[in-house]
Antibody
Framework: QVQLVQSGSELKKPGASVKVSCKAS????????MNWVRQAPGQGLEWMGW????????TYAQGFTGRFVFSLDTSVSTAYLQISSLKAEDTAVYYC???????????????WGQGTLVTVSS | SSELTQDPAVSVALGQTVRITCQGD??????ASWYQQKPGQAPVLVIY???NRPSGIPDRFSGSSSGNTASLTITGAQAEDEADYYC?????????????FGGGTKLTVL
């Protein structure tokens, strides 16, 4: 079945870096873009951006430029989110979600990874 | 601030019908997708496109759209439908990001 499996929880100190992985299975990895979504504690979902898994071209939402990097390893059907210079406010659950589209006006995110909790604390 | 607006909270009596709405300019041109999220769990797609349900989603969930408003309707709400619901669609601002979520609606089943 189609699924996304993310790496486990991380506890990091301020200023450190973290790399979250999202391994896809059950479909052709390069046929669908991958989204990244952040959910801070007690807050809603926030779209961080996406990466074209065919070209490797990333697009970052406003507020997620500079310290956030999306990357791929297509040989193992895995997308990555790297966050550098971590701050306490980066504490959140990070989700990957496959992008689906059947028409310009019809898009959706499915499936989702199980989420990775990144905690930034000294 | 989100460009898709949802009511923060809605309640419904068990077995009754509830409509959760999402407003935004982009909804005049793009369909919304809807996600259910229960505490401690990842979001799950419940409706996409004009009114499409993924496999495994009960048929009490339906979607509709009119003008700048998309709606998720639960006909005969069950206790297990208590969750947060988020809409998602294209960002209409012309700037990045391309996609945006509504602020979410907490559904309470009484």
């Amino acid at each position: 079945q189609v699924q996304l499996v993310q790496s486990g929880s991380e506890l990091k100190k301020p200023g450190a870096s973290v790399k979250v992985s999202c391994k896809a299975s059950g479909y052709t990895f390069t046929s669908y873009a991958m989204n990244w979504v952040r959910q801070a504690p007690g807050q809603g979902l926030e779209w961080m951006g996406w990466i074209n898994t065919n070209t490797g071209n990333p697009t970052y939402a406003q507020g997620f430029t500079g310290r956030f990097v999306f990357s791929l390893d297509t040989s193992v059907s895995t997308a990555y989110l790297q966050i550098s210079s971590l701050k306490a406010e980066d504490t959140a659950v990070y989700y990957c979600a496959r992008h689906n589209r059947v028409a310009v006006n019809t898009n959706w995110f499915d499936p989702w990874g199980q989420g990775t909790l990144v905690t930034v604390s000294s | 601030s989100s460009e898709l607006t949802q009511d923060p909270a809605v309640s419904v009596a068990l077995g009754q019908t509830v409509r959760i709405t999402c407003q935004g300019d982009s909804l005049r041109s793009y369909y919304a997708s809807w996600y259910q999220q229960k505490p401690g769990q990842a979001p799950v797609l419940v409706i996409y496109g004009k009114n499409n349900r993924p496999s495994g989603i009960p048929d009490r969930f339906s979607g509709s759209s009119s003008g700048n408003t998309a709606s998720l309707t639960i006909t005969g709400a069950q206790a297990e439908d208590e969750a947060d619901y988020y809409c998602n669609s294209r960002d209409s601002s012309g700037n990045h990001p391309y996609w945006v979520f509504g602020g979410g609606t907490k559904l309470t089943v009484l």
